[in-house]
């Protein structure tokens, strides 16, 4: 069975930085594109970042210049370094990607990971 597992949220204060991991787990022939995505509380799932195997990448206006995706093939991990955070950054960060897995094609996501910007 095939997992997204997230890792590096946190409460952080406004300015500081983060760097969130997600690396995908189980019987995987290829992995599309990567994302990140997060969703605030009484707001809809937004994407973040989002990042082809061939490295080619899109960022939400919000985030340019500040935050930035990169992506290990070889360890089927996609990073999220976050930096000049803002209160408004705060929400769980979820990671996604379609996978082609022995039991067929899937579109995947992890639990998600909560991070807390503080004034």
């Known amino acids: 069975q095939v997992h997204l597992l997230e890792s590096g949220g946190g409460l952080v204060q406004a300015g500081g930085s983060l760097r969130l991991s997600c690396t995908a787990s189980g019987i995987i022939y290829s992995i599309g594109v990567m994302g990140w995505y997060r969703q605030a509380p009484g707001k809809e799932r937004e994407l973040v970042a989002d990042?082809?195997?061939?490295?080619?990448?899109q960022y939400a206006d919000s985030v340019k210049g500040r935050f930035t995706i990169s992506r290990d093939n070889a360890k089927r991990t996609v990073y999220l370094q976050m930096n000049s955070l803002k209160p408004e950054d705060t929400a769980v960060y979820y990671c996604?990607?379609?996978?082609?897995?022995?039991?067929?094609?899937?579109?995947?996501w992890g639990a998600g990971t909560q991070v807390t910007v503080s004034p």
């Open positions: 990042i082809t195997s061939g490295m080619s990448t």
């Open positions: 996604n990607a379609p996978i082609a897995t022995n039991r067929g094609p899937g579109d995947f």
